[in-house]
């Protein structure tokens, strides 16, 4: 069992930046590849990236693309998602998740169904 815990969301002005962190315990993270997904009121939950276990390959959806970057240091058992050039239309809440992965494509991990582990998400929103 793995369990996440986000951290970092709150309220940002257009422009902005934030960096939200996903705190792992349980199992190292290392073992997993990590996404981010994000779910606005009304709206099915998406995909915002993902990255492998060694944080070697990472894929982001192109509505973040530029704007957004993922990291992880899994010696700290975390990963991280910068996000930068905030839009109102990113407000949502954010969620890490786990998968055990070992592929090599990683474009194919955009769907919610694969994950295996989920945080409780961290709200972000941002004002215009």
């Known amino acids: 069992q793995v369990q996440l815990v986000e951290s970092g969301g709150g309220l940002v002005q257009a422009g902005g930046s934030l960096r939200l962190s996903c705190a792992a315990s349980?199992?190292?993270?290392?073992?997993?590849?990590m996404g981010w997904f994000r779910q606005a009121p009304g709206e099915e939950r998406d995909f915002v990236g993902c990255?492998?276990?060694?944080?070697?390959?990472?894929y982001y959806a192109d509505s973040v693309k530029g704007r957004f970057t993922i990291s992880r240091d899994n010696a700290k058992n975390t990963v991280y998602l910068q996000m930068n050039s905030l839009k109102p239309e990113d407000t949502a809440v954010y969620y890490c998740?786990?998968?055990?992965?070992?592929?090599?494509?990683?474009?194919?991990?955009?769907?919610?169904?694969?994950?295996?582990?989920w945080g409780q998400g961290t709200q972000v929103t941002v004002s215009s």
């Open positions: 998740a786990a998968l055990d992965y070992r592929g090599s494509d990683y474009r194919t991990l955009t769907s919610q169904n694969l994950y295996h582990y």
């Open positions: 349980g199992r190292t993270l290392s073992r997993y590849a």
């Open positions: 990255i492998s276990w060694s944080g070697g390959s990472i």
